[in-house]
C-alpha cells in the first residue's frame, strides 16, 4: 500500500484527497487486464476508458465554463497515481492534456466546444507538435513553415518525437510564421490529423514503447481560423503550455519512484536472507531511507509548484523547472536502488521494477531536459537576486 500521508500536507483541499483516493481505487480496478502487447491498441482503449468514467474531464478545462481554469494540483495527482499503477495509462492521460493545452489555455469558445468535448469523452486522441529533427532544445529556431494564403495558412516541415503521433485525432503544431526573428516569429495552429498534406513519415520505437511519430507537412492547407492565439505569440504559448505541464511530468516520475518504493518495501519484507529478511541488513534500510527522502522531497517541490500556479502565480518557470529537475533525476536514481534490492529479478524482463528502469528515462529528456531545467533556475535565481 503506497504511503497517502503526503494527502494531508497543506497543499490540498479535500476534493484533492477525494480525487487521489477515488483514482487510486479506480485504477486498482481497472488497469490490471490492460494487453500492452499492441502499444497504439492499448492507449486508445486507455483514453476511451478513462474518458468513460471522467478522469478526462481533469485534463482540459471545462468548454461550458468561460472562467474554468486548468488545476494543477489535480493534473499532478492524476499523473502520480497512474504512473503508480501503469505507465501508459499516465501516458494516456498526460497527452490528453498537453494535445489540447494550447486550446485550454488561449483557445477561442468555438475551438473549445469543438475540440475540448472529445477530447475530454476520450472520443479524441490529441498531440502536441513542437520538436524538429534540428530544433529539440532549441526550440526558439524551428523551421516548419506556415506561409499566409488568402485566409489560409499552408504548411511544409518536419515535427519529429511527437507522442500519439500516428494515433492523434488532432495535433497542436507550432510553426514559423515570421512576424519576428527566432522565438518572435512563430504561430500555433490546429490541424486535424486527416488534413491532407499532413503525413506520419516514420513510427518511432524507444526503449519503453509509446506511439511516437515524425510528421512530414506537405502543402498541409488549414484554415486561417485554425490558429490559436494570434500571429508571433507561438512561442509565448507553447512556453505557457509547458509551464502548467512541467510538474506534471514531475508528478509522473514521483508516482514511478513511489513505485519503485513500495515493490521494495514488500520485498525487503519478504525475502529472506542469511536467516533474516532482508530488511534486516543495515545497507537495504540505508537504500531505503534514501528512497523515502527522495521520494518525499521530490513530492514537495512538485505539489509546491502545482499549489503555487492553483493560487494565481502568472508563471511558475522556476519551481516547474525544479520539480521535473530533482523529480526525474531521483526517481531515476530511486528505481536504480530498487532494481539492486531485487538482485537478478530486477533486470528480468517484465518485472515491474525493469518496466520502471526503462520508463523513467525519457523523462530527463522531454519537456526540456534537465540541463535546459537548471539554465532555467540558474536565470530566474539570478533575476530574483537583483
Ligand atoms: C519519449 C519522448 C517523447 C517526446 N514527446 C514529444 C512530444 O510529444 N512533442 C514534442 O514536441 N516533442 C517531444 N519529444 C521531444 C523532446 O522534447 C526532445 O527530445 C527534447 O527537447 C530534446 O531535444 P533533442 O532530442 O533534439 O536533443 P538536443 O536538443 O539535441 O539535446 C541533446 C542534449 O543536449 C543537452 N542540452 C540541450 N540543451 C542544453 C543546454 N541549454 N545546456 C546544456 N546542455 C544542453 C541535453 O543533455 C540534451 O539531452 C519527445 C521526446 C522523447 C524522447
Known amino acids: 500500500m503506497a504511503d497517502r500521508s503526503f494527502l494531508d500536507w497543506p497543499f490540498f483541499e479535500d476534493r484533492h484527497r477525494d480525487l487521489a483516493q477515488g483514482l487510486d481505487a479506480w485504477a486498482a480496478e481497472n488497469l ?8 497504439d491498441a492499448a492507449c486508445r482503449t486507455l483514453v476511451a476508458m478513462l474518458g468513460r468514467d471522467g478522469w478526462l474531464n481533469h485534463s482540459t478545462v471545462d468548454p461550458d465554463a468561460p ?3 486548468l488545476d494543477v494540483r489535480s493534473l499532478c495527482l492524476i499523473r502520480e497515481t497512474l504512473a503508480r ?6 501516458f494516456a492521460f498526460a497527452m490528453q492534456g498537453l494535445g489540447t493545452g494550447a486550446i485550454s489555455l488561449f483557445g477561442t469558445h468555438e475551438q473549445k466546444c469543438e475540440w475540448l468535448a472529445l477530447t475530454r469523452a476520450g472520443k479524441a486522441l490529441s498531440a ?16 516548419l513553415a506556415a506561409r499566409r494564403e488568402g485566409e489560409t495558412y499552408v504548411l511544409d516541415g518536419e ?9 492523434a485525432d488532432i495535433y497542436t503544431v507550432f510553426a514559423r510564421t515570421g512576424e519576428g526573428p527566432a522565438a518572435k516569429g512563430i504561430s500555433t495552429f490546429l490541424v486535424p490529423a486527416n488534413t491532407p498534406g499532413l503525413g506520419i513519415a516514420e513510427r518511432l520505437e524507444v526503449v519503453a514503447p509509446h ?11 488549414v484554415p486561417a481560423s485554425a490558429m490559436i492565439g494570434k500571429p508571433g505569440e507561438g512561442f509565448r504559448i507553447a512556453m505557457s503550455v509547458l509551464d502548467v505541464f512541467r510538474p506534471t511530468v514531475a508528478a509522473a516520475a514521483l508516482g514511478f519512484a513511489r513505485r519503485a518504493l513500495d515493490e521494495s518495501i514488500e520485498r525487503a519484507r519478504t525475502r529472506e536472507l542469511f536467516g533474516a529478511p532482508l530488511f534486516d541488513l543495515q545497507m537495504v534500510q540505508g537504500h531505503l531511507a534514501d528512497m523515502a527522502l527522495d521520494v518525499d522531497a521530490a513530492a514537495l517541490l512538485v505539489y509546491r509548484a502545482a499549489w503555487l500556479k492553483d ?11 525544479m520539480a521535473k529537475l530533482f523529480a526525474t533525476d531521483r526517481a531515476q ?3 536504480d536502488k530498487a532494481v539492486q534490492i531485487h538482485g537478478g529479478d530486477g533486470v528480468r524482463k517484465g518485472h515491474i521494477v525493469e518496466r520502471l528502469y526503462r520508463e523513467i528515462r525519457a523523462l530527463r529528456i522531454y519537456e526540456g531536459a534537465s540541463e535546459v531545467q537548471k539554465v532555467i533556475i540558474a536565470r530566474q535565481t539570478l533575476a530574483n537576486a537583483s
Open 85 to 90: 499503477h501503469d505507465g501508459l495509462a499516465d
Open 159 to 167: 515535427k519529429t518525437w511527437i507522442s500519439n503521433g500516428g494515433i
Open 32 to 39: 490490471q487486464g490492460i494487453d500492452h502487447g499492441d502499444t
Open 67 to 69: 472562467d474554468a481554469r
Open 333 to 335: 536514481s530511486v528505481i
Open 128 to 143: 502536441f507538435a513542437l520538436s524538429e529533427p534540428k530544433s529539440g532544445s532549441d526550440v526558439a529556431n524551428i523551421e
Open 311 to 321: 493560487s494565481g502565480a502568472l508563471r511558475i518557470s522556476r519551481e516547474a523547472a
Open 211 to 221: 506511439p511516437l511519430a515524425r510528421l512530414a507537412f506537405e502543402g498541409c492547407r
